[in-house]
C-alpha cells in the first residue's frame, strides 16, 4: 500500500466583512445565516445567505458568505459558482478568488488551487488580515502536497510569524515536513520539538512525525518519536495507542498484546489494526475476518477499502483486490485517493494485463509525477506495449 506523509486538515474559515449597501431584509437574513454557520447548522445557514443574495444581488459579502457555507456542505460546484457570481461583480474580490481555491485544494486539484490562492495573496498586498493569513495557509499546504518543499518552507515562515501560539503548533508541524524532505534535517527536528511543546499529547503528530522521517530515509530519527511514546509506560496507558505504536514499529507481538486488550474493551477501531497485526503475523484466518467486520460496521470509510484491497493484493487475491478497491474509489476520499488509484495500477500488473495497467499508471503519473516507484513502474510497461 502506497503511504504519504500527513497534514493537519485546513478548515475553511469565514470572515466578518464589511457590509455597504444593503437592504434591512438583506442585512437580517445575512445575520440569521451567520448564527445558523456558527452553530454548525449549514444548510440552515445557506438557505439564509440565499435569500440575502437574492435581496441584494450585487453584494459580493453575502455571495462569500453563501460560498464557504457550500463549502461546508460539500456542494463544491455551487460554491465555485457563487464564487465566480462574486468575480463576475467585482473582479477585485479577493475573497472569491481565496474560495475558488479553497474549492479546488478540497477536490484534491492542487495546481488550480495554487494560481487561485496566489491571485488572493497577490490582492492583500501585506495586509495580512484574515483573507491572506488563511489564503497563505491552503497555499503552503498545497505547496507541501505538491513537494515544493523550498516554498513551503518559506510560507510556512511567513504564517509562523504572525500566528498565535495555539496555531502554531501545527505551522511548525508543517515547515519541519518540508525540512524533512529538503533533507535539512537538524531544522526539521528544532521545529518538530517546538510543535511537540507546544501539543505535546497528540498521537497522530508523533506517527506523522515518524512517517515523514522513515520515507526520508531517517530510519532511527523516526522510530525515536514512537519510542517517545513508549516511555513511562503503565497499565492505565491507551492500549489501542500502544498497540498502533507497536505494530508501527513492527512489535508485531507486543502490538497484538495490546490490541487485543483493546479489542475486549470494546474499542472500535482496534478491529481494524488488530486485523493488519494478524496479517503481519500470517494467521489470515483472524486478520480476513477482522477486515470483514471492520467493513461491516464502516461501509463508507474509503480507508479500509484500500487496506483490505492491499490485504488481498498480499494474498494473490487480484480481482477480489480490485473489486474492493474500485469501491473506495468511488467514494472519492482526497485522503486516500492516490493509495486506490496506485493499488488499482499495481492490480492489474500483477494480473499481465499489461496494457490495463500501463493505460492506470499513465494516468496516476500525471496526477502525481512525483512519485519515483510508480514512474519506475510506468517505464517498465511501456517496455511491454
Request: proline share 1%.
Amino acid at each position: 500500500m502506497k503511504k504519504r506523509f500527513i497534514i493537519f486538515p485546513l478548515v475553511a474559515a469565514v470572515t466578518v466583512l464589511a457590509m455597504t449597501g444593503c437592504g434591512a431584509g438583506a442585512v437580517q437574513s445575512c445575520n440569521k445565516g451567520m448564527e445558523y454557520y456558527n452553530s454548525h447548522n449549514y444548510t440552515e445557514a445557506a438557505s439564509c445567505f440565499q435569500e440575502a443574495v437574492n435581496k441584494s444581488s450585487e453584494n459580493t459579502d453575502y455571495r462569500i458568505y453563501l460560498g464557504m457555507t457550500q463549502i461546508e456542505l460539500e456542494d463544491y460546484d455551487a460554491a465555485m459558482e457563487t464564487f465566480d457570481a462574486a468575480i463576475a461583480i467585482d473582479a477585485e474580490c479577493r475573497d472569491a478568488y481565496r474560495g475558488k481555491g479553497i474549492v479546488f485544494y478540497k477536490e484534491g486539484n492542487y495546481a488550480e488551487a495554487l494560481t487561485q490562492l496566489k491571485k488572493a495573496i497577490d490582492m492583500s498586498q501585506n495586509k495580512y488580515d484574515d483573507i491572506h493569513v488563511d489564503s497563505l495557509r491552503y497555499y503552503a499546504s498545497s505547496l507541501l502536497i505538491t513537494c515544493d518543499y523550498a516554498n513551503a518552507a518559506e510560507a510556512y515562515t511567513l504564517l509562523l510569524d504572525k500566528a498565535n501560539q495555539k496555531e502554531k503548533a501545527e505551522l511548525y508541524y508543517c515547515r519541519g515536513t518540508a525540512y524533512v524532505f529538503l533533507r535539512e534535517e537538524n531544522k526539521a527536528v528544532l521545529d518538530y520539538e517546538e510543535s511537540i511543546k507546544i501539543c505535546d499529547d497528540n498521537y497522530v503528530t508523533y506517527c506523522n512525525m515518524y512517517s515523514n522521517f522513515m520515507e526520508a530515509g531517517y530510519a532511527d530519527r523516526a522510530e525515536s518519536y514512537l519510542k517517545r511514546l513508549l516511555n513511562g509506560e503503565s497499565e492505565d496507558k491507551d492500549k489501542l495507542l500502544f498497540g498502533r505504536t507497536y505494530f508501527i514499529l513492527g512489535d508485531y507481538e507486543k502490538a497484538k498484546e495490546y490490541l487485543e486488550t483493546a479489542y475486549s474493551d470494546g474499542e472500535g477501531d482496534a478491529a481494524y489494526y488488530l486485523a493488519m497485526t494478524y496479517e503481519k503475523l500470517q494467521n489470515y484466518a483472524e486478520a480476513d475476518r477482522l477486515y470483514q467486520e471492520y467493513l461491516g460496521k464502516h461501509p463508507n470509510d474509503a480507508h479500509i477499502y484500500n487496506q483490505y484491497g492491499a490485504y488481498l493484493i498480499n494474498r494473490g487475491n487480484y480481482d477480489g483486490a480490485l473489486a474492493y478497491i474500485e469501491t473506495g474509489i468511488e467514494y472519492d476520499n482526497p485522503q486516500v485517493m492516490q493509495e486506490l488509484y496506485f493499488n488499482r495500477a499495481v492490480c492489474y500488473e500483477y494480473k499481465h494485463d499489461y496494457a490495463k495497467a500501463f493505460e492506470y499508471f499513465s494516468e496516476y503519473v500525471k496526477k502525481y509525477p512525483n512519485d519515483k516507484a510508480a514512474q519506475r513502474e510506468y517505464e517498465f510497461l511501456k517496455t511491454r506495449q
